[in-house]
Every structure is written in structure tokens, then in C-alpha cells.
């Protein structure tokens, strides 16, 4: 029986907080800029999404 694969790696993000900075990271290895506003890694995240 053949496996099936998805057509695409699923990327999953998470923000990762380290002292007083916040970066977005993505399963795939990318990783974005630290930041001091959650707000701002959150939105790197997901303009990494939209990108795929």
C-alpha cells in the first residue's frame, strides 16, 4: 500500500519569549527578529504563513 503524503510540510509557528524579547519561530527552522512587543512576533509569524 502506497503512503500518502501531504503536498506540503504543515509549518506550525510559536513565539518564544527570552528576557525582555519575543521572537516567532516556525517548524521549518525559520526564525524571525527578536522583539520587545509580542504583538510585532506575532505578526512576523503569520507574514511567514502567508508567504508559503
Known sequence: M?????PE????TTTVE???FC???CSCGWR??????RSK???DA????ETL
Open 2 to 6: 502506497p503512503e500518502s503524503h501531504s
Open 9 to 12: 510540510p504543515t509549518h506550525r
Open 46 to 49: 503569520a507574514a511567514h504563513s
Open 23 to 25: 521572537a516567532a519561530r
Open 41 to 43: 512576533a506575532r505578526a
Open 18 to 20: 527570552n528576557g525582555r
Open 32 to 37: 524571525g527578529p527578536a522583539r520587545r512587543a
